[in-house]
C-alpha cells in the first residue's frame, strides 16, 4: 500500500516547497527536527515519529501558535509554512531562523551572554508579556526555547500546550522568575 502526503494549512509557502519535496525531505533526514534548503530558502522542520493522538495535537498545536503569535505586533516567532502528515509521520515546515539557542550560548559564550543579560531578558518579558494580553501562553519558557538571532533578536519556539490558558501562563511567570534568578547567577560569577 502506497503511504500518502497530505499538506494541512498551507501559508505563503517558499517557492519549490511542494507535494514532491516534502515528501523527498521525510525520506531523507532521519532525525525529528532539523534545517533543510529548499531552492535556495533555509528552512527548518519539526516532525512526530509516533502519530499519536498526543503527538499530533502537540505538533499542530504548536504550528497554529507559530501562525497567531506571528500576526500579534512585537512577538518575533518563525513562520510556520506548512503542516503535513505522512503516514505515522506528521509535523510541519517553518522558516529557519539563523542564531543559536539561549541554552547553547549559555554553554558556549558565557561572556557574551553576561553582556547582553538584560537586553535578552527585557526581551523574552516583553514577548511573554504581549502574548498573554492576547490570551496566549507559551507553556515552556527555558534557554531550549528562546532563539537569539545574528543580531541579538530575541524568538520563542516550541510552545507546550496546556489544557487550561490560565495554568499556561501562571507556568511562564514561573519560569520567569526562575529564568530571571538564573541569570542573576551567572552574573554574579
Do not use: C
Not at 80 to 97: S, T
Not at 129 to 135: E, P, S, T
Request: proline share 4%; no cysteine; charged share 35%.
Amino acid at each position: 500500500m502506497k503511504t500518502r502526503l497530505q499538506l494541512f494549512e498551507l501559508n505563503d509557502v517558499p517557492k519549490g516547497l511542494d507535494y514532491k519535496e516534502i515528501k523527498k525531505i521525510l525520506r531523507e533526514i532521519k532525525d525529528e527536527q532539523g534545517p533543510v534548503q529548499v531552492n535556495g530558502n533555509d528552512l527548518f522542520f519539526k516532525k512526530g515519529e509516533a502519530w499519536s493522538h498526543n503527538s499530533k495535537e502537540e505538533l499542530l498545536y504548536q504550528y497554529r501558535w507559530l501562525k497567531k503569535s506571528r500576526r500579534i505586533d512585537g512577538i518575533s516567532v518563525p513562520k510556520p509554512f506548512v503542516f503535513f502528515k505522512i503516514g505515522d509521520i506528521g509535523g510541519y515546515i517553518m522558516e529557519k531562523i539563523n542564531g543559536k539557542t539561549l541554552e547553547e550560548l549559555i554553554n558556549v559564550n558565557k561572556t557574551h551572554i553576561i553582556k547582553n543579560l538584560s537586553d535578552i531578558f527585557k526581551q523574552i518579558k516583553t514577548g511573554i508579556h504581549i502574548l498573554h494580553k492576547n490570551g496566549i501562553p507559551h507553556g515552556d519558557i527555558d534557554p531550549k526555547n528562546i532563539l537569539l538571532d545574528n543580531n541579538g533578536k530575541v524568538f520563542l519556539i516550541d510552545p507546550y500546550k496546556h489544557e487550561n490558558t490560565i495554568i499556561g501562563k501562571l507556568d511562564d511567570r514561573k519560569k520567569l522568575i526562575e529564568m530571571e534568578k538564573f541569570f542573576a547567577s551567572i552574573k554574579d560569577k
